[in-house]
């Protein structure tokens, strides 16, 4: 399904395939959090915090949760 088949019918990006993905993927860091583990899986969470440097124990933490409740729909 792609963007033309929503045609006039989307008050709101976050209503399509596209809007869902963004919220999954957005934000600062998760897109890099997927690279890592794409390239280096498994990968612990402590080499993961030296692998990216900048990012805080809390904030890794709570985007690795957002990530795995969205890989596991209710």
Known sequence: MGMADFNGKVKNIQD????YTMSVI???WKMVI????A??????????KRQI????F???SSQLKE???????S
């Open 16 to 19: 399509t395939p596209f809007g």
């Open 26 to 28: 957005g934000g600062k």
């Open 34 to 37: 997927i690279y890592l583990l």
């Open 39 to 48: 390239e280096n899986q498994p990968v612990r969470f402590n080499e993961m």
């Open 53 to 56: 440097g900048t990012i805080t």
């Open 58 to 60: 809390k904030i890794l």
């Open 67 to 73: 990530l795995e409740a969205d890989s596991n729909p």
